[in-house]
């Protein structure tokens, strides 16, 4: 299971079926969970946990040190999930004490080669990130995301679950659940109708998304009184809920 050109930290802790390739260096302070496979020539620096199922392709570099200038080697940590696909070289830092101190993936996300996830970011489940992705730091990204090739956010973006941002797409403001962005800077586009079909929200949930989008876009309405009004529909109807969550969490404004 393990090759024997790999280099395993002693306080490592890996579980007895995980796969580990050849050249591939595991450092102090890492944990890996049942049925990983880790290819070649990976680096994984601690202190970072990663769950069980996962699989780590070659050359990427996992839990090393943030690239931020402020860090002084405090012991922050990454926590990746389970049954994450991490393509060749990715990168994916530890979190800084500036923030929470944790760079966290959650489950079933589908990482393609190049994408960058920088320190204190928080990547639901679902998720998929195209080749060339790039979050800078404190991004927090939610479940069922796609983010099109050479996609990025601008450090403290947020970007609400279920959306969708079209190729070389550059968000420097939060993005409201469901929906689609495209251009740089991004601009909305409508809702992500197809993924969400895909998903199994019926017509009707789809036109209440709809519906609610025109009330933040389309209307002319003050964001605070569309706010109030996607709340009082959100009694009755329930897919809303994730909307009025990523509008409220708001702190950089909307893509306009």
Not at 5 to 10: G, Q, V, Y
Not at 67 to 79: C, G, V
Not at 140 to 167: E, P
Not at 219 to 237: F, N, T
Request: one cysteine or more; proline letters at 2%.
């Amino acid at each position: 299971m393990i090759h024997s050109s790999a280099i395993i930290a002693d306080s490592a802790s890996i579980a007895d079926d995980v796969d580990v390739g050849a050249y591939t260096v595991i450092g102090d302070g890492v944990v890996i969970g049942s049925g990983t496979r880790v290819d070649s020539h990976v680096v994984i620096n601690g202190p970072t946990t990663i769950g069980k199922d996962n699989h780590i392709y070659q050359f990427a570099s996992i839990g090393d040190d943030p690239q931020d200038k402020k860090y002084r080697d405090e012991p922050t940590k990454l926590t990746i999930g389970d049954r994450n696909t991490i393509r060749e070289f990715c990168t994916v830092s530890r979190g800084t004490v500036q923030d929470a101190g944790e760079t966290v993936m959650g489950d079933d996300n589908w990482i393609m080669a190049y994408v960058h996830i920088a320190h204190d970011c928080h990547v639901g489940s679902n998720t998929i990130m195209a080749n060339n992705t790039t979050l800078a730091g404190h991004v927090h990204i939610g479940d069922w995301v796609i983010m099109g090739g050479f996609s990025g956010a601008h450090q403290f973006c947020r970007v609400g679950a279920h959306a969708f941002l079209g190729m070389y797409t550059g968000v420097n403001r939060d993005v409201p659940a469901y929906t689609m962005v495209s251009g740089n800077p991004g601009v909305p586009r409508g809702i992500n109708s197809e993924g969400l079909k895909r998903r199994g929200f019926d017509a009707g949930q789809i036109r209440n998304i709809k519906d609610a989008y025109r009330l933040i876009y389309r209307k002319g309405m003050k964001l605070a009184d569309a706010v109030d009004e996607i709340a009082a529909r959100a009694a009755e109807q329930s897919e809303l809920d994730l909307l009025l969550e990523s509008l409220r969490s708001s702190e950089r404004g909307l893509v306009r």
